[in-house]
């Protein structure tokens, strides 16, 4: 499959970009996070929803974090860069927890796990998988009791 002006950085993990693609986004918390915590956290994703990204589907667990979403193009024609947003919004969030808990660190680690969603098939298995998520995590019965969890309204 050839990716529209793909390219790949380094961190300490590599990361692929490419332009109109759908990317899946995990990352690990340091330790478990508190519900107004993970509130926070999903409030501070979903609030980029529309100005940077088009969030398909988020859900914040206790340990972890995972996304799909696709990128949205910054007014000079490119696509916003996604560690941006999300490296954006867990540091904001984890400077509110700081404040709040009074710990020295924040509860995310620096780097996250991205990968472009290859297909349609993959795109559904993963969207479904973080759906399932709380269930799967005994967090509830029903993904949609799970304040955690929050999916795009597309009609």
Known sequence: MAFKNFSIWRGRLPHWRADDVTYYVTFRHRRDLTVPESTWLKDGLVKADGKQWELLIA????????????????????????????????????????????????????????????????????????????VNSELCEDPEEYPGLWVANHE
């Open 59 to 134: 859900c914040v667990l206790p340990g972890q974090t995972d996304l799909l979403f696709r990128v949205r193009q910054a007014p000079d024609g490119r696509p916003y860069e996604l560690s941006q947003i999300v490296e954006k919004v867990k540091v904001r969030v984890g400077k509110q927890i700081i404040k709040k808990s009074e710990e020295r660190f924040s509860p995310f680690y620096a780097e996250s796990y991205d990968r472009i969603v290859r297909d349609d098939g993959e795109l559904e298995a993963r969207w479904q998988e973080i759906l399932d998520s709380p």
